[in-house]
Structures are given as C-alpha cells and as structure tokens.
C-alpha cells in the first residue's frame, strides 16, 4: 500500500518593496499540518518587518482538507488574512478560483486565482 504525501511547504523571500511567501500545498491537509504551518507563517511575517506582504499558495496538489483541518484553515486565515497585501492562488482547477474568491470576504487582501504560475507569481510581486 502506499502513502499518499501531503503537506504545507513554505519559504519567503524578499523582494524590492515586499516580502513573497510562498506556500505549496500538497495532497490532503490535516490538523498536523496547519500546526506546523501557523508558527512558521509567524515567523516569516513578523521577524522580517516588511512594510508590504504578498503571498503566493501554489493549490495545483491540494486534495482537499480532513475534517479537522478545515476549522484550522479557516480560523488561520481570518487571523493572518489582513496582514497581506496580495494573495495569488495558483491552481488548474476551477472549484480552487471559487475558493479563491470566497476568501476575499474575509479578509482585507487582494485575492486572484490563476491557471498559470508565471502570471500568479507576476502579479504577487506587483506593488
């Protein structure tokens, strides 16, 4: 039997005028998953100081969440979903731009979902 891989990637970097997070997610999330991302989410956006914050999630492997995980998603992204100035959510399928766009009720960033990872990573960094 195998193991099917999940999980949340995350590194920062940064550019000009603003910090890029970018977030991989892979497979189906679990609360595990959501614990180990929230204190690094912290650290990046907090220990770097950065006037501006956009963040780029990368959902072309995201399967879904297990029940647990969908309440830690949620509740992550009212508490940090104002800190950024931009969000590009890169995906091919159609149901994860509905997401995309249902987010943005929540929260005070620019949420767009795009089809391509270049257009997605372009507009991140666009002040």
């Not at 100081?49 to 647990?68: K, M, P, T, Y």
């Not at 149901?95 to 391509?116: E, M, P």
């Amino acid at each position: 039997m195998s193991e099917h891989q999940h999980g949340l990637f995350i590194d920062a970097e940064r550019h000009q005028h603003a910090l890029l997070v970018r977030i991989k997610v892979t497979g189906k999330l679990t609360k595990a998953d959501f614990k180990e991302l929230s204190p690094k989410l912290d650290a990046a956006l907090y220990a770097t100081h950065a006037s501006q914050v956009n963040i780029l999630v990368d959902i072309s492997e995201f399967d879904g969440w297990e029940w647990r995980a969908v309440f830690d998603d949620m509740s992550l992204g009212l508490r940090l979903g104002a800190e950024f100035n931009r969000v590009a959510l890169y995906s091919q399928k159609s149901w994860q731009g509905l997401l995309a766009r249902s987010r943005s009720w929540f929260t005070g960033s620019k949420i767009k979902a795009f089809t391509h990872y270049d257009d997605a990573f372009k507009w991140s960094l666009a002040p």
